[in-house]
Protein backbone atom coordinates (compact mmCIF):
# COMPACT_ATOMS: atom_id res chain seq x y z
CA UNK A 1 0.00 0.00 0.00
CA UNK A 2 1.11 3.27 -0.99
CA UNK A 3 1.79 5.45 2.06
CA UNK A 4 2.42 8.44 -0.28
CA UNK A 5 0.91 9.13 -3.56
CA UNK A 6 2.11 11.52 -5.81
CA UNK A 7 1.14 13.20 -9.12
CA UNK A 8 1.37 14.09 -11.61
CA UNK A 9 4.04 10.81 -12.98
CA UNK A 10 5.67 13.69 -14.99
CA UNK A 11 5.50 17.21 -16.18
CA UNK A 12 6.74 19.27 -18.99
CA UNK A 13 6.91 23.13 -18.84
CA UNK A 14 8.44 25.92 -20.39
CA UNK A 15 10.98 28.05 -18.76
CA UNK A 16 9.82 30.80 -16.50
CA UNK A 17 6.62 28.58 -15.57
CA UNK A 18 5.52 27.20 -12.03
CA UNK A 19 5.69 23.25 -12.25
CA UNK A 20 3.19 22.52 -9.17
CA UNK A 21 3.54 18.75 -8.09
CA UNK A 22 0.89 16.82 -5.32
CA UNK A 23 1.45 14.63 -3.01
CA UNK A 24 -1.17 12.94 -0.49
CA UNK A 25 -1.20 11.15 2.42
CA UNK A 26 -3.67 9.37 4.77
CA UNK A 27 -1.86 8.65 8.13
CA UNK A 28 -2.14 12.26 10.48
CA UNK A 29 0.47 10.82 12.15
CA UNK A 30 3.23 11.79 9.66
CA UNK A 31 4.82 15.18 10.92
CA UNK A 32 8.01 15.67 8.68
CA UNK A 33 7.28 16.23 5.39
CA UNK A 34 10.33 16.81 2.83
CA UNK A 35 10.67 17.09 -0.96
CA UNK A 36 13.76 15.54 -2.77
CA UNK A 37 15.66 16.29 -5.97
CA UNK A 38 17.49 13.84 -7.79
CA UNK A 39 19.75 13.94 -10.83
CA UNK A 40 20.70 11.18 -13.15
CA UNK A 41 23.43 9.58 -11.27
CA UNK A 42 23.00 10.87 -8.42
CA UNK A 43 21.34 10.58 -4.97
CA UNK A 44 18.30 12.59 -3.48
CA UNK A 45 18.97 15.62 -2.34
CA UNK A 46 17.14 17.71 0.33
CA UNK A 47 15.17 20.29 -1.34
CA UNK A 48 12.69 21.36 1.25
CA UNK A 49 10.92 20.09 3.89
CA UNK A 50 8.12 21.57 6.01
CA UNK A 51 6.19 20.45 9.60
CA UNK A 52 1.88 19.94 9.95
CA UNK A 53 2.12 23.26 12.20
CA UNK A 54 2.34 25.95 9.22
CA UNK A 55 0.64 26.11 6.08
CA UNK A 56 3.24 27.23 3.80
CA UNK A 57 7.43 27.15 3.27
CA UNK A 58 9.41 28.89 1.01
CA UNK A 59 12.91 28.63 0.29
CA UNK A 60 14.49 30.61 -2.41
CA UNK A 61 12.33 29.67 -5.79
CA UNK A 62 10.60 26.76 -4.13
CA UNK A 63 7.66 26.94 -1.95
CA UNK A 64 6.09 24.40 0.07
CA UNK A 65 1.79 24.28 0.50
CA UNK A 66 0.65 21.83 3.25
CA UNK A 67 -3.06 21.56 3.83
CA UNK A 68 -3.64 19.67 7.17
CA UNK A 69 -7.21 19.24 6.85
CA UNK A 70 -7.23 17.56 3.17
CA UNK A 71 -3.78 15.62 4.35
CA UNK A 72 -2.53 17.09 0.67
CA UNK A 73 1.28 18.61 0.08
CA UNK A 74 2.51 20.59 -2.66
CA UNK A 75 5.87 22.10 -4.23
CA UNK A 76 5.55 24.77 -6.04
CA UNK A 77 8.78 26.11 -8.29
CA UNK A 78 8.60 29.37 -9.18
CA UNK A 79 10.20 30.80 -11.82
CA UNK A 80 11.40 27.65 -13.66
CA UNK A 81 14.76 26.73 -15.07
CA UNK A 82 15.95 24.25 -17.56
CA UNK A 83 19.11 23.70 -14.61
CA UNK A 84 15.23 22.50 -12.08
CA UNK A 85 15.00 19.29 -14.86
CA UNK A 86 15.17 16.99 -12.77
CA UNK A 87 13.12 13.92 -10.79
CA UNK A 88 11.08 15.16 -7.29
CA UNK A 89 10.12 13.13 -4.52
CA UNK A 90 7.99 13.79 -1.85
CA UNK A 91 8.21 11.74 1.25
CA UNK A 92 6.47 11.92 4.89
CA UNK A 93 7.62 10.79 7.63
CA UNK A 94 6.47 10.06 11.56
CA UNK A 95 9.38 7.08 12.43
CA UNK A 96 10.04 6.07 9.63
CA UNK A 97 10.33 7.98 6.07
CA UNK A 98 7.60 6.51 2.96
CA UNK A 99 8.63 7.97 -0.64
CA UNK A 100 6.16 9.00 -3.15
CA UNK A 101 6.75 7.64 -6.78
CA UNK A 102 8.41 10.65 -8.41
CA UNK A 103 7.86 13.22 -10.79
CA UNK A 104 9.89 13.96 -13.88
CA UNK A 105 9.82 17.42 -14.94
CA UNK A 106 11.21 18.72 -18.00
CA UNK A 107 11.45 22.23 -18.41
CA UNK A 108 12.31 23.47 -21.97
CA UNK A 109 13.96 26.60 -22.92
CA UNK B 1 32.11 18.84 5.54
CA UNK B 2 32.16 15.60 3.50
CA UNK B 3 29.20 13.79 2.50
CA UNK B 4 27.64 10.79 2.82
CA UNK B 5 30.34 8.47 1.19
CA UNK B 6 29.23 4.98 -0.67
CA UNK B 7 31.57 2.32 -1.94
CA UNK B 8 32.03 1.31 -4.53
CA UNK B 9 29.79 2.72 -7.07
CA UNK B 10 29.29 -0.11 -9.69
CA UNK B 11 29.17 -3.63 -9.20
CA UNK B 12 28.59 -6.63 -11.22
CA UNK B 13 27.94 -9.61 -9.70
CA UNK B 14 26.57 -13.34 -10.87
CA UNK B 15 23.25 -14.48 -10.17
CA UNK B 16 23.45 -16.75 -6.68
CA UNK B 17 26.58 -14.58 -5.27
CA UNK B 18 26.82 -12.55 -2.35
CA UNK B 19 27.67 -8.92 -2.06
CA UNK B 20 28.51 -6.55 0.72
CA UNK B 21 28.12 -2.67 0.30
CA UNK B 22 29.17 0.19 2.28
CA UNK B 23 28.60 3.62 4.01
CA UNK B 24 30.03 6.06 5.48
CA UNK B 25 27.86 8.55 7.06
CA UNK B 26 28.47 12.90 7.45
CA UNK B 27 30.44 12.88 10.45
CA UNK B 28 28.17 13.27 13.72
CA UNK B 29 25.26 11.81 11.66
CA UNK B 30 24.05 8.74 14.03
CA UNK B 31 20.81 7.25 11.51
CA UNK B 32 21.46 5.62 9.14
CA UNK B 33 19.21 4.37 6.41
CA UNK B 34 19.07 2.30 3.11
CA UNK B 35 17.18 2.21 0.24
CA UNK B 36 16.73 0.50 -2.71
CA UNK B 37 16.12 2.59 -6.01
CA UNK B 38 14.38 0.74 -9.41
CA UNK B 39 12.47 2.76 -12.31
CA UNK B 40 9.31 0.31 -11.72
CA UNK B 41 9.07 0.74 -7.47
CA UNK B 42 10.87 3.68 -6.57
CA UNK B 43 12.42 4.50 -3.38
CA UNK B 44 12.03 1.22 -1.24
CA UNK B 45 12.75 1.80 2.58
CA UNK B 46 15.29 -1.44 3.56
CA UNK B 47 15.93 -0.74 7.61
CA UNK B 48 17.42 2.01 9.31
CA UNK B 49 19.89 2.01 12.43
CA UNK B 50 20.83 4.23 14.63
CA UNK B 51 23.93 3.88 17.51
CA UNK B 52 24.14 0.33 16.39
CA UNK B 53 20.80 -0.59 16.62
CA UNK B 54 18.40 -1.68 13.83
CA UNK B 55 15.56 0.38 14.28
CA UNK B 56 13.14 -0.34 11.30
CA UNK B 57 13.09 -2.56 8.38
CA UNK B 58 11.41 -2.37 5.14
CA UNK B 59 9.67 -5.73 3.22
CA UNK B 60 12.44 -7.33 2.05
CA UNK B 61 13.28 -11.14 2.56
CA UNK B 62 16.11 -11.85 5.08
CA UNK B 63 18.88 -12.04 2.24
CA UNK B 64 19.28 -8.43 2.64
CA UNK B 65 20.67 -7.52 6.15
CA UNK B 66 22.67 -4.75 7.39
CA UNK B 67 24.83 -3.43 10.55
CA UNK B 68 26.17 -0.54 11.83
CA UNK B 69 29.52 -0.64 13.33
CA UNK B 70 30.34 2.00 16.33
CA UNK B 71 31.65 4.30 14.44
CA UNK B 72 28.28 4.81 12.16
CA UNK B 73 29.65 3.41 8.77
CA UNK B 74 27.07 1.19 8.09
CA UNK B 75 27.17 -1.96 6.18
CA UNK B 76 24.28 -3.98 4.14
CA UNK B 77 24.57 -7.43 2.49
CA UNK B 78 22.34 -8.93 -0.14
CA UNK B 79 23.06 -13.33 -0.39
CA UNK B 80 21.85 -15.64 -2.83
CA UNK B 81 21.57 -12.64 -5.51
CA UNK B 82 18.93 -12.39 -8.11
CA UNK B 83 18.46 -10.77 -11.09
CA UNK B 84 15.33 -8.36 -9.52
CA UNK B 85 18.26 -7.30 -7.22
CA UNK B 86 19.71 -4.99 -10.02
CA UNK B 87 19.19 -1.96 -8.10
CA UNK B 88 20.61 1.56 -6.85
CA UNK B 89 21.25 0.86 -3.24
CA UNK B 90 21.12 4.17 -1.49
CA UNK B 91 22.50 5.05 1.63
CA UNK B 92 21.15 8.51 3.94
CA UNK B 93 22.48 9.44 7.01
CA UNK B 94 20.52 12.14 9.59
CA UNK B 95 21.80 13.57 13.05
CA UNK B 96 18.58 11.81 14.56
CA UNK B 97 15.01 9.92 13.74
CA UNK B 98 12.65 11.84 11.36
CA UNK B 99 14.94 14.59 10.21
CA UNK B 100 16.00 15.34 6.81
CA UNK B 101 18.39 12.80 5.34
CA UNK B 102 21.61 13.37 3.37
CA UNK B 103 21.95 10.46 0.74
CA UNK B 104 25.14 9.46 -0.75
CA UNK B 105 25.17 8.93 -4.77
CA UNK B 106 24.43 5.06 -4.17
CA UNK B 107 25.74 1.72 -5.25
CA UNK B 108 24.42 0.64 -8.99
CA UNK B 109 24.46 -3.29 -8.58
CA UNK B 110 24.01 -5.08 -11.63
CA UNK B 111 23.14 -9.10 -11.29
CA UNK B 112 23.64 -11.17 -14.11
Known amino acids: QQQVKQSPQSLIVQKGGIPIINCAYE??????FPWYQQFPGKGPALLIAIRPDVSEKKEGRFTISFNKSAKQFSLHIMDSQPGDSATYFC????????FGTGTSLTVIP | KAGVTQTPRYLIKTRGQQVTLSCSPI?????VSWYQQTPGQGLQFLFEYFSETQRNKGNFPGRFSGRQFSNSRSEMNVSTLELGDSALYLCASSPTQNYGYTFGSGTRLTVV
Open chain 1, 27 to 32: NTAFDY
Open chain 2, 27 to 31: SGHRS
Open chain 1, 91 to 98: AASEDQFY
